[in-house]
């Protein structure tokens, strides 16, 4: 039977059969198998996730509920950190926003697993971990400490969020692969700068005005999707990248943050302090080079500031 076959059986009732015969395997498998949808919440895991991670899928809990739980009852996988906001926060802004990316990780009382993460552009995760405990340990230390070393030169200092290296990595990385896939969707890319920071700064201090940019990255972060990406550009603006997002779809998202902000008091001395951003949204064109959707988006940006600030403008 011929490659083409086989795929084309996969529709039919054999094909049916296969696709349990798949589940059934990898519900018996040792590996940690679990399936994210573009929420990020687990919709389903086999036994293995299920006992390392103390879960039930039943509950559709949030990747970074499931992190924080663990996290306070030290079980699961090892978190090493004082702040798991801000661990939650560096972790969230990065997670599914590459195709597919493998790490090892360390879970409380099992050892070392190998971890990979599938992302399709919808934006559902594949995870999928198989413990390496037994292998060689010689070059372990010297991996962690190189991926630590690659993370660090990818991350805002400050706010925990991929830097501007990062986002222009990825960036390309996405463009290219759109434009070999021109029909997987609409996509949206912002711009975003905070209102009147320097007066923050000047009039609250550099410490306040480090706890507003802090602030802000962890509001974004916690209300955007998995697939989407975001980071500092530097000082008070930031890119938002909106995969398989409706132009006005990703208005409303905006105007959402832009009302969560009027709720949040950033400034523990200060509760009463309130803050906007203005924003340059703009739909990436099919053929469009990404670094002038990025300009546009800047244009739009200045046209929002010129009208008066605290808007979104396409």
Not at 78 to 84: F, M, R, Y
Not at 208 to 222: E, M, Q, Y
Request: net charge negative; proline share 4%.
């Amino acid at each position: 039977m011929s490659r083409h076959n086989k795929v084309t059986r996969l529709g039919t009732a054999d094909g049916e059969a296969w696709r349990e015969d798949v589940v059934d395997l990898l519900m018996q498998s040792p590996d940690l198998v679990a399936l994210y949808d573009g929420d990020d919440r687990l919709q389903a895991a086999n036994p293995a996730y299920r006992d390392a991670y103390h879960c039930d899928p039943a509950e559709h809990l949030c990747w970074r509920e499931i992190m924080r739980v663990n996290f306070e009852h030290k079980r699961g996988p090892i978190i090493e950190t004082g702040d798991i906001d801000g661990w939650l926060t560096i972790a969230m802004a990065r997670r599914g926003t590459v195709p597919y990316r493998s790490f090892e990780a360390g879970l409380y009382g099992r050892g070392w697993i190998w971890i990979t993460e599938t992302v399709c552009p919808e934006g559902r995760m594949l995870f999928r971990a198989t413990d390496i405990s037994g292998l060689r340990t010689e070059g372990r230390m010297l991996r962690l400490e190189r991926d630590a070393a690659r993370r660090e030169s990818w991350t805002d200092a400050l706010t925990g969020v991929p830097n501007r290296r990062y986002l222009m990595a990825r960036l390309e990385e996405w463009h290219q692969k759109q434009c070999a896939h021109p029909d997987l969707g609409t996509h949206c890319l912002a711009v975003v700068d905070l209102d009147h920071f320097k007066q923050v700064n000047d009039r609250y201090g550099h410490s306040c005005g480090d706890a507003v940019l802090i602030s802000f990255c962890r509001d974004v972060v916690g209300g955007i999707r998995s697939q989407d990406l975001f980071g500092r550009i530097g000082g008070e603006e930031f890119l938002v990248l909106m995969p398989n997002c409706p132009l006005e779809v990703a208005r409303e998202r905006l105007g959402s943050l832009q009302q969560k902000l009027d709720q949040s008091g950033p400034i523990a001395d200060h509760p009463s302090f309130r803050y906007s951003f203005s924003a340059g949204l703009v739909r990436i064109d099919p053929d469009e080079d990404i670094h002038n959707a990025i300009r546009r988006a800047d244009k739009c940006l200045y046209d929002a500031k010129a009208a008066g600030r605290a808007r979104v403008n396409e």
